[in-house]
Every structure is written in C-alpha cells, then in structure tokens.
C-alpha cells in the first residue's frame, strides 16, 4: 500500500467485510497503485492523469466501511476531503457532512456511468 494521502490512518493490509470488489487491469501507463489486494496484489485503488485533471478510482465498498465502521470507511472520508480539496465551501445552511457525502455520491456515480461507458 502506497503512502497516499488517501490510506492515512489505514492498516496495512487493511480490512472489511467488503473491503474490495474486484480489481483493475489495462492500466493506463503512469498509474499510481494505492491499493491491492493481499493475496496477489492486483491494484485496488488507482490514480492516474487525465487531460489536466487527476482521476481516483476504487473498487473497495466506501460506504459499507463507512456505515459499519471498517476502514474502508477511513479511506472515504480520507479520498473526500483530498478529491475535494480545491471545491468551493457548501452553500449556507448545508452542514458539511451532507455536502460531503453530496460529493461522494456524486463522484461514484460518475465513475460508474464512465466505467460502464467505456466497457
């Protein structure tokens, strides 16, 4: 596991009764590896660059984590609060935890719209 700003506070290997799904392949020349599986260290979580922007992607069950207090659940505050680094502040009367998860959700669903697109 990489010392990604992502997997602070994260053991290594960490653990979940979903902690991942599956795992990429055909990486992009460049590909960072975040995280991989432990018994064969096929990459989990990547980050690669795209055009000017920086794309992050998972297969780990963020939300599980979340939900049932896993570490899975470290890594989507951690990815949260890095991807959304440079957004502007939630409007007045959001508290941040919603705009945060707004966020998130947002930005899973993106990815599976594009991961399937392009399949």
């Not at 009764?17 to 795992?23: C, D, K, V």
């Not at 055009?51 to 570490?71: P, S």
Request: charged share 5%.
């Amino acid at each position: 596991m990489s010392a990604h700003p992502i997997v602070a506070g994260v053991g290594n290997p960490f653990y979940g009764s979903y902690a991942s799904h599956g795992y990429f392949s055909n990486l992009v020349p460049g590909t960072s590896i975040i995280t991989e599986t432990s018994s064969n260290n096929l990459p989990t979580t990547i980050q690669y660059s795209y055009g000017t922007g920086t794309v992050t992607a998972t297969t780990c069950t963020y939300e599980f984590g979340y939900d049932n207090g896993q570490e899975a659940g470290v890594m989507l505050v951690n990815n949260l609060n890095y991807s959304c680094e440079f957004v502007p502040p939630p409007p007045v009367g959001v508290p941040v935890s919603s705009w945060a998860l707004f966020i998130g959700i947002f930005l899973t669903l993106a990815f599976t719209i594009i991961r399937f697109r392009r399949s």
